[in-house]
Every structure is written in C-alpha cells, then in structure tokens.
C-alpha cells in the first residue's frame, strides 16, 4: 500500500533529477543533449521509462518480487545517468578517475589478493548455505 502512494513521488524526483541535472555545466549539457553523444545515452531514459512503468504495473498486480527488483533497477539506472553526467571526473571538476587511481604496482597486488580472498569468501558463504539449508519453521519463531 504504501509503495503505490510513493512511488509517484519516486519518479517526479527522478524526472525532476533528471532534467535538472544537464544544465548544471556545459559539460553535462554536451554529454546528454548533443547529436552523436544523445544515441549512446538516450538508453538510460527509455529503460527508466520502462522499468517504471513495470514497477507500477506490478505493484497493480500485487507482484512480490517483480517490484523489487524494477526499483533495483530504477536505482541502477539513475546511478548509470550520474556516471554519465560526471565521466570521467570523481570530484568534478579537478580530479579525473586516471588522477585518482593507484599505481599499477598497488593495483596488481590488490588484484592477487582479491584472486585469492573472493573465491575462499564464496566457498565458505556457500558452505554455510549448505549447512544452515531447510526452511525454518513458521510456528517456531524466536522464542
């Protein structure tokens, strides 16, 4: 219930977000709103559009995990269009992400140890998955 009252006040401020965002800088503006840049970015509002219209056709429905999963990817998308709009800076607009990275030194050492830890990592969630598997009882509860 409180989902379809929200999630019109959701897409205003996404739209209003939106089309605020451009005229912020020049750059912005040029990135959105220019002709060959507007053929790579026009995905991001059509598939905001659509993933909109599922969320609300969903929760008409009264589905459980479609409406989730369309506001994922509503939140996806609006971080998408962020990075469109700053690319290639993080702190805009003095600090590039190639001025922000770690020599490459640090970078392949990170790289070993995360080739190393995330495999050990998934193995023991999945491990605990197994072993902790089954449904829990309804009438148990925690008490």
Do not use: N
Not at 134 to 139: I, N, R, T
Request: hydrophobic share 60%.
């Amino acid at each position: 219930a409180f989902a379809r009252r929200l999630v019109p006040a959701l897409l205003v401020a996404i739209a209003g977000v939106s089309a605020w965002t451009p005229f912020l800088s020049p750059e912005f503006l040029a990135r959105w709103l220019s002709w060959p840049a507007i053929l790579y970015v026009a995905p991001v509002p059509l598939l905001t559009a659509f993933a909109a219209a599922r969320l609300w056709i969903a929760l008409g429905a009264r589905h459980e995990v479609e409406p989730f999963v369309a506001t994922l990817v509503l939140f996806v998308l609006c971080y998408i269009g962020l990075g469109i709009s700053l690319f290639p800076y993080i702190v805009p607009p003095s600090i590039t992400i190639w001025d922000a990275a770690a020599p490459d030194k640090s970078l392949a050492f990170l790289l070993v140890g995360a080739a190393v830890l995330i495999p050990m990592i998934l193995a023991y969630t999945a491990y605990s998955y197994w072993v902790f598997r089954g449904k829990v009882d309804p009438e148990g509860g925690y008490h």
